[in-house]
């Protein structure tokens, strides 16, 4: 019987942190050990996420464009626009709020030894950099400007994710409003689009515990098993606030607004969850998002391609 992916994720997450915690112990500051990092660990982890965040693209402008194209009145999109601003405007609040307090009440970076944490921000310091000499978030009347792109193209090549997605809905619109045999054919075109894109995530997901076993490895083997006790210090932080969140409000929103068992829902979605915390990343975890939603909680498409 062939293992379950979420078993063999978990199995590659324990065997990467603790094959890097016994490399740091045994071989810390050995040439080859630096060698494996550098050539096998770290390229492994990255190559697993490139290929996720390579299909990203494809997939978010397929699926956005049919899934608007799909609606059999373009009005439609307006009121389930509507719904789902509502709706992650609360759920982000209850969550906003939810982690703030547990981080607060528990503290999960109080006591870090000294030397540790010169390690993380020298290991830290050039993305730290990066992101405070990034120009600040546009807010207000120049969010909704800057949602939409003068240049698509440019837009996802600098992975403006908003934008991109503008440009994908404004083409299902254009599809919901043009009804002519070309049209057919280009939704048709971007039905295999959307079809290959899944196609090729779901044969780059079967190598995930190889690449979050790389990932992890990477961490534990460069910053030590010290590392690990904070980590689960902040995991715990973060599976007790997901938890609360998960099992508890977002069971409230299911029993109440979308009149599903909440054991069918999470059963269905395990797999997206394990990609989501493995990688940390909504981009890499949005393929396996849609690829769930379509085919273990069997929604509509219209209505999972625009989620």
């Known amino acids: 019987m062939r293992m379950p992916l979420h078993t063999r994720v978990l199995i590659g997450a324990l065997?990467?942190?603790?094959?890097?915690?016994?490399?740091?112990?045994?071989?810390?500051?050995?040439?080859?050990?630096?060698?494996?990092?550098?050539?096998?660990?770290?390229?492994?982890?990255?190559?697993?996420?490139?290929?996720?965040?390579?299909?990203?693209?494809?997939?978010?402008?397929?699926?956005?464009?049919?899934?608007?194209?799909g609606l059999n009145d373009v009005r439609a999109l307006g009121r389930i626009g509507i719904r789902t601003l509502l709706y992650t405007i609360v759920v982000s609040t209850i969550a906003v709020l939810l982690g703030i307090a547990l981080v607060n009440i528990i503290g999960p970076g109080r006591g870090i030894d000294p030397e540790l944490r010169t390690r993380l921000l020298s290991e830290t310091a050039e993305r730290a950099s990066a992101i405070t000499?990034?120009?600040?978030?546009?807010?207000?009347v120049n969010l909704f400007v800057q949602i939409i792109p003068d240049n698509p193209l440019k837009a996802a090549a600098n992975g403006d994710m908003l934008g991109w997605m503008f440009f994908s809905l404004m083409i299902g619109v254009g599809l919901c409003l043009t009804r002519t045999p070309m049209a057919q054919k280009f939704q048709d075109a971007l039905e295999g689009l959307y079809d290959v894109s899944m196609k090729l995530i779901d044969i780059v997901i079967r190598f995930s515990p190889i690449g979050v076993a790389a990932l992890l490895f990477t961490l534990t083997s460069t910053l030590g098993y010290q590392i690990l006790a904070q980590l689960g210090r902040y995991v715990f932080v973060v599976v007790l606030a997901l938890a609360i969140h998960q099992f508890v409000v977002y069971s409230i929103m299911l029993a109440t607004l979308g009149r599903m068992s909440p054991w069918k829902f999470f059963k269905g979605v395990e797999e997206a969850m394990l990609v989501a915390f493995s990688t940390a990343s909504s981009n890499a975890t949005l393929p396996t998002a849609l690829k769930v939603a379509e085919e273990n909680l069997k929604l509509p498409s219209q209505v999972s391609r625009l989620y």
Do not use: C, E, N
């Open 15 to 69: 065997t990467g942190a603790a094959a890097g915690a016994l490399a740091f112990a045994f071989f810390r500051d050995s040439p080859g050990l630096d060698a494996f990092i550098k050539y096998v660990a770290q390229p492994l982890g990255q190559i697993f996420l490139r290929l996720l965040f390579m299909l990203v693209v494809p997939l978010l402008f397929s699926a956005l464009a049919l899934g608007v194209a």
């Open 133 to 140: 000499a990034a120009k600040p978030s546009a807010t207000g």
